[in-house]
Structure formats: structure tokens, C-alpha cells
């Protein structure tokens, strides 16, 4: 059995009786704040320095008490608390078999987090941040367990620094942390609709939050409370609408809701727990309803509920994302369908629909759904640092097409869907589609934008995804008779096509290298075999680190292998071909 890395790093050191400092996160400033300075310096210590008995989660259910601390972020204080109900996803990231016990401890923890498509293990030490003897991020408020501050860690490891969390967002926490597709719904859009949204949301693996934004929210001052005790800002979980008839005749809808971020019930509307609307109902109806509440949990009437909250947060599930949830194993499971991809300069980032010229180099997905139903899309980007303007679009697509398709289509057909671009982690729309064959093109909005992107699918009903590629078709060697070697005489007239289309630094894109073929190739047949899809796919599989520089000898030798093999092979360029400077991506 293989080792993990954590087991090797904890067996160590815990061997040469040191503990483990983490080359990759260094206890300095620059981990804590990038750009800012702040005007004061970072202590680091160990749990061990701030209490006598320090625990990484308390034993049980408990209570979660976690606060942000004088620098530490509300949003993903209210993201720990949504999956900190959900026991079985809760332990996914934070494994409980992890202890400050002097047996295991060698100050190394380790967490599992949904990174650019996938789960990674992240591992810290325990050195955590502090100002004047207190933890300056997140803490446990009323406790000594340090889950909350390590876990906070581990995310700000990925991202760079502790700074860069204060540019997150709920929902890309709650995809980080679940492995799941987030999507936010406007509860002040169509009121039918949201309804139907939110009755279709319970019967699905779908975790449901819904909150009051108002601005300045991310603020660090205590939250403020509406009138019936609602608390601005905060993320509730929102686990059931039932409906209840009063001895009127009047029937009310009802939601049932939590504070994740508090044990106690501090709402004070209609139908909390001590109002005078409960006596207005059967005593079978109320012991109902009571049964189906647990501590913290409580009753709004649906009117109020969309006259309060402004927005329902939103993470979908898949079977394997679920799995470890019990509360989500009665639910229907989504199907999900998923591509992992990457834009290209010159070879697969085209750019939006604003540029005909190219958007047809863009990764074309082919998705076929057997039945009418609402799908949704989740395109999400691995730029963390640097994040690119991104979004999808889709066309219907004619149900015998195999191969990709050239720009003629896209000038002469209108997209059917058409995402917003924005340069957030993620870009998510729903839309309602007929049963048939779609064609989704995800895209930079400005072409020659590089990055690695993946792309989920979600729907109630199955469906299949798969890649449009060029189909490798082989000719007969004999057919054409292969050209003689060129005599390097004839070579400068090559040499100053190529000058006139390379940029500064001597290369050219699959584009241009279409036109120096097009200039050097010695007949109309083979220049029809070098097509805009061949110097793609030279220019995909091009390895940089294989680039040399090739003299005016070498180059001509390369330019008679790309003779040959045009002629061996249609649509099919060998690795050595690759080894071309100018047909490197830019």
C-alpha cells in the first residue's frame, strides 16, 4: 500500500522528534497579506502555545461557535457553518482522525478540498497567525478546537495568501468544500418560478441556503437584525416547506429554516416557537410540525419568507458528492456529466462569439439529452490568481455531426444560449432544453487567454457529453508520388513568407502556420490536406519544453518531414514534426 504523503511527513517527524514546518506556506508576511501591509507584525504559534489542552474538533454533534476573528472573513464563517450541519460532508474535508495527542501529533493536519476539478489533499502545519497572543482569523469562540483556523489555512495555501480569501464568495466556498455546482436565485424575480424552484431543489441532492443581502454586509461589525429577528448577511438553511390549514379555513405555507451560525432560534415573526398562530391550528397538526424541528430550527410563513430573504444560495450534489451526506440519501440524485479542458493560445482559446474569426477553435461539447429537461451548466476556471472573463455558449446541433465544426457554422447559425462572462471562479445558468443534440463552446471572452477549465452538466434526466474532435482518416502512400527534398536554394522564399507572418519572437500560431504551408506545400492536394484542424492539432500537442532553436538547415529539414508526412498520413502530423520553433503555441 502507498503511502500518503501526510503519513510519510507525520512519520518523520515524528521519528526524529521534530515538528513539521511547511516549506510551501512559510510562516511569514507575505503568507498573511501580498499587496496590503498591515501596520502591525504576525506572531505565528501553535495551538499548543495558546492553550494547555487544545483539540482539533470537540467529540459529538457540538456547537459551532466559530467567529472571524479580527481579520477573518463572514462569508466563509457562514460557508463552514452550512456544511458544519451536514455531518457527512463536514468530515470529508476535515478527516476526524487527526489529534494534537502526543502519539500522532508532529504539527502536520491535512483537508480535503474541491481544487480546479478535482478533491486535493491540503496539507498545513499548525503554525496559525496571531496579534497580541489571539488568533487573528477564524477561531472558536467559547472553545479550544482548531479545526476552524487550519482549515482556514489550508484554503488560504491554495489561493496564495490569507488576503486573497477576502475576494471570495459563499458559493465558491460551498463549492470548494463540497465538490458541487453552486447557483444563486433571485427570491425577488417571478414568485412562481421561484416556488417551483425551490419544490424542485427539496426533492434533489441539493443543499439549500437562502439569505438577506444589503450592502456592506461583508463588514466586520456584529450583524444587524431585521424586525423579526432575521440576521442580515447570514446564510440559513432551509430544509422543508410543508403547509398547515387553521381552524379558519385559511391555508399557510410554512418553511422550516436554521441559523447555522447559532443554537439558539432568534426569530421573532409569525409562527415562531411561543406565537399565538400555533394555537390556531389542530394539536396533531402542531405536535406535527414540533416533532420535525430540532434545536435551532423554526417556522416562517412562506410570505414572509420571500418578503424577508432576497436570495436562495444554492449547491447541487451528484452521487458522488452525496454519498457521504445521510440526510441527502432519500433525495433524487442529479446527473452530472462532466469535461476537463484547457484554453490554448493559438490553438483552443479563441474568445467569444465577438470574434468569428476564431471562435470555432474553442472546445466543442457535444451534449445529447434523450428527453426534454432543465439542465444546468457550471463552468468554473483554474486562474485563481490571475482569473479570466469566462462564459459558454450553445448552439442546437444537427444530430449526424461527429467532427468539429468549421466557422461557417457559427456565422451562419444564432446561439441558442448564451451565459454572462465574468471573471468569477465560476459562471452557472439554467436553461430548459428540448430533447436533442447541443453543441457548448466554453470560452475566454477575449481570445489567446490561457488557462485550464472545467465543465459540469447537471440534470434530473440522463444525458451524455463528449468531445468533438477530427476524425484521423489515413490515405494510401502510393497515391501521391512524395516530392524530392528541396534544394536549400529554394528555401529563402519560404524564409520571408514565414518572416512576414512570425511575431517578435520568431513564431507563428496554428493559423499562420496554415498560411506558410499554404506558401511552401508544392501542389493544391496536399495543400488541402494541411487544413486550419491539422496545424491545430500540431500546435495542441506541441510540447514547449522540447522547443530549440533551429538554424535555417534545420528548419528546412523539418519543413520536408511535414512534406512526407502530409502525404503518409492525412490529418495525422507525427511527434518529430513537433519539435518545429515556429509551430510552437504562442
Not at 55 to 63: K, P
Not at 105 to 133: H, K, M, Q, S
Not at 447 to 455: A, D, H, K, N, R
Amino acid at each position: 500500500m502507498v503511502m500518503s504523503d501526510y503519513e510519510r511527513i507525520r512519520r518523520s517527524c515524528v521519528k526524529r522528534g521534530e515538528l513539521w514546518e511547511d516549506p510551501d506556506f512559510p510562516a511569514t508576511q507575505s503568507s498573511v497579506f501580498y499587496h496590503q501591509t498591515p501596520p502591525f507584525q504576525f506572531t505565528w504559534k501553535r495551538p499548543k502555545d495558546l492553550c494547555s489542552r487544545p483539540e482539533f474538533v470537540q467529540d459529538g454533534a457540538g456547537q459551532f461557535d466559530i467567529i472571524p476573528g479580527k481579520m477573518g472573513d463572514r462569508w466563509l464563517v457562514s460557508c463552514l457553518g452550512v456544511i458544519f450541519l451536514s455531518k457527512g460532508l463536514f468530515y470529508r474535508v476535515v478527516p476526524a482522525d487527526q489529534s494534537f495527542s502526543n502519539e500522532q501529533y508532529a504539527g502536520i493536519f491535512r483537508f480535503r478540498i474541491w481544487w480546479c476539478g478535482e478533491w486535493t489533499e491540503v496539507l498545513v502545519d499548525d503554525r496559525l497567525p496571531t496579534v497580541n497572543g489571539r488568533l487573528a482569523f477564524l477561531q472558536a469562540q467559547h472553545a479550544d478546537h482548531f479545526w476552524p483556523g487550519l482549515l482556514e489555512k489550508a484554503y488560504a495555501k491554495l489561493h496564495g495568501s490569507y488576503e486573497a480569501l477576502k475576494y471570495g464568495t459563499l458559493l465558491d466556498g460551498l463549492a470548494d468544500l463540497t465538490g458541487g455546482i453552486t447557483e444563486s436565485v433571485s427570491l425577488k424575480q417571478d414568485n412562481i418560478m421561484c416556488t417551483r424552484l425551490l419544490h424542485k431543489f427539496l426533492e434533489m441532492t441539493t443543499i439549500i441556503t437562502c439569505s438577506l443581502q444589503a450592502p456592506n454586509t461583508q463588514g466586520r461589525s456584529q450583524m444587524e437584525k431585521t424586525s423579526n429577528g432575521v440576521q442580515i448577511g447570514t446564510n440559513y438553511r432551509l430544509y422543508a416547506v410543508d403547509q398547515v390549514e387553521k381552524f379558519s379555513g385559511e391555508v399557510v405555507q410554512l418553511v422550516k429554516l436554521k441559523n447555522p451560525l447559532s443554537q439558539l432560534t432568534d426569530y421573532m415573526g409569525f409562527w415562531w416557537s411561543d406565537s399565538q398562530e400555533w394555537s390556531e391550528i389542530l394539536p396533531p397538526e402542531q405536535e406535527r410540525l414540533r416533532q420535525q424541528t430540532l434545536d435551532g430550527e423554526f417556522w416562517m410563513p412562506y410570505s414572509d419568507f420571500i418578503k424577508t430573504f432576497t436570495h436562495l444560495e444554492v449547491v447541487h450534489l451528484d452521487s458522488d458528492t452525496s454519498r457521504d451526506e445521510p440526510s441527502l440519501h432519500s433525495k433524487c440524485m442529479w446527473q452530472m456529466r462532466l469535461y476537463q479542458g484547457s484554453w490554448l493560445k493559438g490553438v483552443t482559446a479563441g474568445g467569444c462569439r465577438n470574434n468569428p474569426e476564431t471562435f470555432h477553435i474553442n472546445p466543442q461539447l457535444h451534449l445529447t439529452l434523450s428527453e426534454m429537461e432543465e439542465v444546468i451548466v457550471s463552468l468554473n476556471q483554474h486562474s485563481i490568481m490571475e482569473p479570466k472573463v469566462i462564459g459558454f455558449t450553445a448552439y442546437t446541433l444537427p444530430n449526424d455531426t461527429t467532427e468539429i465544426l468549421g466557422r461557417a457554422f457559427f456565422k451562419k447559425n444564432k446561439s441558442l444560449v448564451n451565459s454572462q462572462y465574468t471573471n468569477s471562479r465560476q459562471v452557472s445558468h439554467r436553461c430548459q432544453l428540448e430533447q436533442g443534440s447541443y453543441l457548448i463552446l466554453p470560452t475566454t471572452f477575449e481570445p489567446s487567454q490561457e488557462s485550464g477549465f472545467t465543465l459540469r452538466i447537471y440534470s434530473s434526466k440522463p444525458l451524455k457529453l463528449k468531445l468533438l474532435d477530427v476524425t484521423p482518416s489515413l490515405i494510401k502512400p502510393a497515391i501521391v508520388k512524395a516530392p524530392a527534398l528541396l534544394d536549400v536554394k529554394s528555401f529563402s522564399q519560404y524564409e520571408s513568407v514565414f518572416l512576414q507572418l512570425a511575431d517578435e519572437h520568431r513564431t507563428v500560431n496554428a493559423f499562420e502556420l496554415q498560411e506558410l504551408l499554404d506558401a511552401c506545400l508544392p501542389n493544391d492536394y496536399i495543400k488541402s490536406c494541411a487544413s486550419t484542424e491539422v496545424c491545430r492539432q500540431v500546435v495542441l500537442t506541441f510540447d514547449v519544453s522540447m522547443c530549440v532553436c533551429l538554424g535555417e538547415s534545420r528548419l528546412l529539414h523539418y519543413i520536408n518531414v511535414i512534406f512526407v508526412f502530409l502525404l503518409m498520413r492525412y490529418k495525422i502530423l507525427p511527434k518529430p514534426i513537433l519539435n518545429l520553433r515556429w509551430a510552437r503555441c504562442l
